[in-house]
C-alpha cells in the first residue's frame, strides 16, 4: 500500500510503516504476524515501524519476540517503534479494563516501544491509570463507536485531560463528511488551534 500511494506523500509528513498482518477471515483475528522488515520499511522511507501484540492471545509469546526483534533492529536503525499494546477484549472491541491496559502499556514501553498505542475505551479514570503507569508516550485508538463528531470530540479532550500524548485514528477521519475538516478538529484537540495542520487532498 505504501508503494501505491508513495508519490502523494508529502516529505514534511512522517510516515509509519506497519509490520504486522492479520485479517478478519481467519480463525484468529487478534493473532498478528509478522509480514514485512525493518529494512523494507526503510527502503519505502520510514521514519518509524510499528507492531501489534494482542496481550492475553494464546499467541503472545510470539507476538512479544517478534516484537522484541523488530525494536532491537529498529533503534539500532535510529528508528522509532510504535507498538500497539492491545489489551484482551471481544474481536473489533476495545478493552474496558484498565488494569489488563496498563499491564499490557507498561509491557511494551518496558520491550523499548517509543510510543505505546492502548486499546482502553473505559473511564478517563482509567485511563489516567494507563498513563501513569507507562514511562513512554501513549496514545489512545479509534473512538466511540456510533458517536457523533461532537461526542468524539469531546472524549478526545478527556482523553488529553488525562494525560495521553495524542489519538491514532483512522475511519473517524476517512469516513467523515468532510475529512480535512475533521482532521482539522482532532488537530485542534491534540495540539491546539493556534498550530495549523497541513492537509493534501488526495489526487
Known sequence: MVRAISADIAPAWGL???LSAGTLLGSRSGSKVL?????????LGADAVSVQISFGDSREDRMIADAG??????????LPVFLMA???AEPGESSEDPVAAAHAARAAAEL?????????AGAPDGLREIVDSCPVPLVVSGGPK?????????ALC????????????GRRVF?????PAMAQRIADVVFGSDRPLIIEAAR
Open 69 to 78: 526483534r523488530i525494536v532491537n533492529l529498529a533503534t539500532s536503525l535510529g
Open 146 to 154: 456510533g458517536s457523533t463528531e461532537d461526542a468524539f470530540l469531546d
Open 112 to 120: 523499548g516501544a517509543s510510543i505505546v498505542q492502548t486499546n482502553f
Open 16 to 18: 509509519i510503516v506497519h
Open 158 to 169: 478527556d482523553v488529553m485531560r488525562v494525560g495521553a500524548a495524542g489519538i491514532s485514528v
Open 86 to 88: 492491545h489489551a484482551p
Open 35 to 43: 509480514a514485512s522488515t525493518v529494512e523494507h520499511a526503510v527502503s
Open 175 to 179: 469516513q467523515a463528511l468532510d475529512p
